[in-house]
């Protein structure tokens, strides 16, 4: 504390350099707090990911889980605006239970989906869901 101290007792508040610095702090605290407040809800990244995120969650609702292609599984940002949004789980092994609900990517699993689910006509940019029959 003393040594920094020293340092506050030098510090003359009345001078021009303290003013220019003190002016230039609040102009880059108010930019960076104003810059937070206007990204708040600005999509930056995954735009189609969350576009068809929110067009199934809002078909389906919350609190609830889906079966998704198994090469869905590892893209972990997709299970994240899922839970996020809306506590939605995404379950990839259909032997663990077949939910109402099935997200699809491509022809992932065509054979089985077309047996077992109905597709779901939804706006979607990536993905399709399908309903169980």
């Known amino acids: 504390y003393p040594f920094v101290n020293s340092w506050?007792?030098?510090i003359r508040m009345d001078t021009k350099g303290f003013k220019i610095f003190k002016a230039l702090t609040i102009a880059i605290v108010v930019f960076g707090i104003s810059t937070s407040a206007y990204q708040t809800t600005k999509v930056g990244r995954d735009k189609a990911m969350i576009?068809?995120?929110?067009?199934v969650l809002?078909?389906?609702?919350?609190?609830?889980?889906?079966?998704?292609?198994?090469?869905?599984y590892s893209r972990w940002s997709l299970h994240g605006y899922f839970s996020r949004y809306a506590n939605v789980s995404l379950e990839r092994d259909i032997d663990k239970g077949i939910y109402k609900y099935y997200l699809a990517i491509d022809a992932c699993n065509k054979?089985?989906?077309?047996?077992?689910?109905?597709?779901?006509?939804?706006?979607m940019k990536k993905f399709t869901l399908y309903e169980l029959k």
């Open 58 to 72: 809002g078909y389906i609702g919350n609190d609830s889980i889906i079966n998704i292609c198994p090469k869905l």
């Open 8 to 10: 506050i007792e030098k």
């Open 51 to 55: 576009h068809d995120c929110r067009a």
């Open 111 to 123: 054979e089985y989906l077309e047996e077992n689910y109905n597709l779901v006509p939804l706006e």
